[in-house]
């Protein structure tokens, strides 16, 4: 009996160390996280953890994470967020300051990445998350326009200035109202999702001076200011008329499409980083090695880009608070952030971005760094899926005709409010 005991107790121990040297990591499916993935067993060997991954679809993140991460435990020790369900799970994540040191990998330092990236992470002045991707407004132009001899001449000829890459909302009109009257679509604009179309309003109103929705002692409260808001929106109402016939309903699709056809595709538009391999590869594109990354043209107010980044987390009820901090430090990482450039994806590491090694094949990434600069984020609340259809449904409507703009944004700002009421915060 004394024996089976014995064994029974070195069992135990041998099962606790285990569970102890053991991670469970939540993964949404992507490009990126698949590389994440394929380099765990260099981490398994340089820390002496088992990973155990848990990958699934985009939309299953705030489900899996809602269910499985409480004040009192969780079925994960790293979770990654989407930027927007950061207010919906940081009281429950260890802020990244209170994380223990490293015993392989040093903890990554802020300063890797942009002041208006790390916000991505930050939530009631904490940092509780660490920002992994730069998913973030770029802004693409067909260089080969620019570079047309015919084109140069007579643009200067109109307005006295270079043709070049849009730097000002000046530029971007008038650039794209020269490409409109030669027949080429001067402006591709976004008019599908919900969650983009609020991305393109937040660009507009942000660039002409004005935020949409910002948290006020502990609130969110609408702080659109009618007048900026109504000239963002009347703005992008130009810019619908310099865009190609049935852009009213353009999706991402439909703007490659347009973009890339040549020689009369679309001069300038915005997207994100990761259409990009879309745009450039040669088996596909007309327009591969023809276009110019940068950051997006600046408003009256300021230069803005729209970002819509994930960040990772640990949990405060973690299980092994010591192996999940060691496993956000080496997915964080510059080696790591080298290893998701060459696999084609995005980090948000600045310097790995803005490595010269890559400039000449990948030059897209330098502009991801300089939006980086401008990042803005779209607003962050449980009820956005319900005030993102309200701002489609009045933006379409403001940008097209069919409402007067001011009338769209007293719309958007009265069923906005009536949604956060009903939420009762």
């Known amino acids: 009996m004394k024996k089976i005991a014995v064994l029974a107790l070195l069992s135990c121990i041998a099962f606790g160390a285990l569970s102890a040297q053991s991670i469970k990591v939540l993964l949404w499916d992507d490009p990126l996280t698949k590389i994440i993935q394929s380099n765990i067993p260099d981490f398994e060997k340089a820390t002496g953890y088992k990973v155990e991954v848990e990958m699934v679809a985009p939309p299953q993140v705030l489900p899996k994470t809602a269910v499985g991460v409480t004040s009192t435990s969780s079925d994960y020790d790293v979770v990654p967020m989407d930027e927007g ?13 209170s994380l223990p040191d490293g015993k392989v990998f040093k903890k990554t330092p802020k300063e890797s990445v942009t002041p208006a990236m790390l916000d991505v992470g930050i939530w009631d002045g904490k940092l509780i998350a660490f920002p992994i ?28 200035y270079d043709l070049t890459v849009p730097a000002t909302f000046k530029q971007l009109e008038e650039e794209a109202a020269y490409f409109t009257s030669i027949g080429i679509g ?76 040549d020689p009369k595709g679309v001069f300038t538009q915005f997207h994100w980083p990761s259409y990009i391999a879309s745009y450039e ?17 600046g408003g009256p107010a300021k230069r803005v880009a729209i970002r819509g980044a994930w960040a990772v987390g640990v949990p405060l009820a973690a299980k092994n608070k010591a192996g999940a901090a060691e496993f956000v430090y080496w997915w964080t990482s510059k080696a790591i952030s080298q290893k998701v450039v060459e696999g084609n994806a995005i980090p948000a590491r600045t310097e790995v971005l803005q490595d010269p090694a890559y400039a000449k094949n990948m030059p897209w990434l330098a502009a ?58």
């Open 133 to 160: 991707n730069g998913n973030i407004y770029v802004w693409f132009t067909r260089q080969d326009m620019v570079d047309n001899p015919k084109y140069k001449a007579e643009f200067k000829a109109k307005y006295g």
């Open 368 to 425: 991801i760094a300089d939006s980086m600069k401008y990042a803005v984020a779209r607003p962050r609340l449980k009820e956005m899926p319900q005030i993102q259809d309200v701002v489609k449904k009045y933006w379409i409507m403001g940008i097209t005709g069919q409402m007067p703009t001011v009338d769209a944004i007293r719309n958007i700002t009265k069923e906005t409010n009536d949604i956060i009421a009903k939420a009762a915060y």
């Open 85 to 97: 369900n950061i207010p919906v799970f940081a009281s429950l994540m260890s802020p990244y300051d």
């Open 281 to 297: 590869n040669p088996d596909k594109s007309l327009v591969s090695g023809k276009i110019t990354y940068s950051a997006p043209p």
């Open 186 to 261: 001067g402006f591709g604009p976004f008019n599908g999702g919900p969650a983009g179309v609020v991305a393109e309003a937040v660009y507009m109103w942000e660039s002409f001076g004005t935020s949409f929705i910002n948290w006020v002692g502990g609130k969110p409260k609408v702080v659109l200011d009618e007048a900026k808001a109504v000239m963002g929106m009347e703005f992008y109402k130009k810019l619908m008329t310099l865009s190609p016939k049935g852009s009213e309903t353009w999706a991402h699709n439909e703007r490659i499409a347009a973009f890339c056809a």
